[in-house]
């Protein structure tokens, strides 16, 4: 038995088309009612997983993490060596990757603006234990700007439901703006000679963020291109 409007297979149980939900009807043919999979009113129950369990597992899994490399530090090198980087990593990751579960609705704005903050702080904890000279130079203008272009990309999309082209082509206009300025700021800190390899970079993205933006001012154009992908 096949449902008249759409076509599909029916079994001879069924009374409605599981599909678009219209009746079947077959003169010459009379339905039965199957057997419930279950008896009435007592289905199985699933058990659902625990959320609170998860982060303390994950929280205690960070700290064996932590815990571990430092004592093996210590017992091959009777001091804190290496393991200062993985004890630094675990410490700033927590917040970044683990902490954003433990709320049932994290704000995506919120976490991806710690994630970057947490990247500079380890970075600049790197910085002081090598004592270097190229955080404040190059981390620290590199790590904010592309921090906060996409910051205000998840912020922008996540608040706004019209406009996305718009955030994602500014974003890269900004994002391929700055490569210049990363040479430079490369060039000052390692003592590198500017030779514009920041131009190679730079012109795709710009060229993509204005190709964005046209679309976004464009309705027939971004149609158009929506109906060739099948977007």
């Known amino acids: ?13 069924e009374k409605s088309c ?3 939900g219209t009746v079947p009807y077959h ?8 057997d419930s ?3 009435k009113n007592k289905y199985p ?3 659902k997983v625990s959320r609170i369990g998860i982060m303390m597992a994950m929280s205690i899994l960070s700290l064996i993490a932590a815990i571990v490399p430092m004592l093996c530090d210590f017992g091959i090198n009777s ?15 927590y917040p970044a990757f683990v902490l954003p579960f433990w709320f049932k609705k994290p704000n995506p704005a919120i976490f991806t603006a710690v994630f970057f903050v947490c990247s500079a702080l380890y970075l600049l904890f790197i ?3 090598t004592s270097g000279d190229w955080f404040l130079s190059f981390v620290f203008p590199t790590v904010g700007v592309i921090g906060l272009t996409i910051t205000a990309v998840v912020t922008l ?16 206009l900004a994002i391929g703006g700055y490569m210049p300025l990363m040479e430079l700021f490369l060039s000052i800190t390692f003592g590198y000679d500017f030779i514009w390899w920041s131009l190679y970079p730079m012109v795709p993205l710009m060229a993509f963020g204005l190709i964005l933006i046209f679309f976004g001012a464009t309705p027939s154009a971004r149609e158009g291109v929506e109906r060739r992908f099948f977007l």
């Open 1 to 13: 038995m096949y449902c008249i409007n759409c076509g599909v297979k029916l079994s001879d149980t």
């Open 18 to 20: 599981p599909l678009c």
């Open 27 to 34: 003169p010459d043919l009379v339905r039965t009612e199957a």
């Open 37 to 39: 999979l279950y008896p």
């Open 45 to 47: 129950k699933t058990k």
């Open 79 to 93: 001091s804190m060596t290496w393991s200062a980087f993985v004890v630094g990593a675990v410490v700033m990751g």
């Open 127 to 129: 910085n002081i234990i």
């Open 157 to 172: 999309t996540y608040y706004l439901k019209n406009g996305k082209l718009f955030v994602f082509g500014g974003a890269f």
